[in-house]
Nanobody
Framework: QVQLVESGGGLVQAGGSLRLSCAAS????????MGWFRQAPGKEREFVAY????????YYTDSVKGRFTISRDNAKNTVYLQMNSLKPDDTAVYYC??????????????WGQGTQVTVPS
């Protein structure tokens, strides 16, 4: 079992920044990939970024490249998503997932409860 708890969401003006955190506990070593996904109202959950607990491998969806940075702190079992230059299109509930990777939600079998990010237009 893996437990994930997200935090750090909120309301921010366009161009602003937020940092999301995902604290993991349990058998985290069983799931090497940690991913951030987001889901806007009426839309499917979409991939944002992933990172591996081991190594330095990261990957981003095109729409966030150069604006978002995923990182990890293995000692704290925490994964972060630094979001800069936020746009109204980034508005969504952001979910942290643990699984076998990579950018398909079906490859992640543990999820947090989600944290809302709102960027007014």
């Amino acid at each position: 079992q893996v437990q994930l708890v997200e935090s750090g969401g909120g309301l921010v003006q366009a161009g602003g920044s937020l940092r999301l955190s995902c604290a993991a506990s349990g058998r985290t070593f069983d799931r090497n990939f940690m991913g951030w996904f987001r889901q806007a109202p009426g839309k499917e959950r979409e991939f944002v970024a992933y990172i591996r607990w081991s190594g330095a491998s990261t990957y981003y969806t095109d729409s966030v490249k150069g604006r978002f940075t995923i990182s990890r702190d293995n000692a704290k079992n925490t994964v972060y998503l630094q979001m800069n230059s936020l746009k109204p299109d980034d508005t969504a509930v952001y979910y942290c997932g643990a699984g076998y990777g990579t950018y398909s939600a079906s490859r992640y079998d543990y999820w947090g409860q989600g944290t809302q990010v709102t960027v007014p237009s």
